[in-house]
């Protein structure tokens, strides 16, 4: 078992910026690719950005192209068992719960911390 649990977020003012942490406990080296997801009231859960065992990160691009590529940046520390979520420059539409998100290596069980809460709100 994996267990994630994710701090930061609250409420950012428009044009603002705050970090979201991950901190991951259990059995990591079952961990293959982790990531964020985030979640708006009345939309599907999506991909913010993921990042690899080895370092590869995937920008959520389906509905936005390089926005979330361009203002928030992911990061693993396998040394601290943490994974980052630095975002910038957020807009009300950035507004979701966001949920860390842990991929088992052998057969893609996806582990999932609890969500936290993101207000981009003046």
């Known amino acids: 078992q994996v267990q994630l649990v994710e701090s930061g977020g609250g409420l950012v003012q428009p044009g603002g910026s705050t970090r979201l942490s991950c901190k991951f406990s259990?059995?990591?080296?079952?961990?293959?690719?982790m990531g964020w997801y985030r979640q708006a009231p009345g939309k599907q859960r999506e991909l913010v950005a993921s990042?690899?065992?080895?370092?590869?990160?995937?920008?959520?691009?389906?509905n936005y192209g390089d926005s979330l590529k361009s203002r928030f940046t992911i990061s693993r520390d396998d040394a601290k068992n943490t994974l980052d979520l630095q975002m910038i420059h957020l807009q009300p539409e950035d507004s979701a719960v966001y949920y860390c998100?842990?991929?088992?290596?052998?057969?893609?069980?996806?582990?999932w911390g609890q969500g936290t809460q993101v207000t981009v709100s003046s």
């Open positions: 990042i690899s065992g080895g370092g590869v990160v995937i920008y959520g691009t389906e």
């Open positions: 259990g059995d990591i080296f079952s961990i293959a690719a």
């Open positions: 998100n842990a991929d088992r290596v052998w057969d893609g069980y996806e582990y």
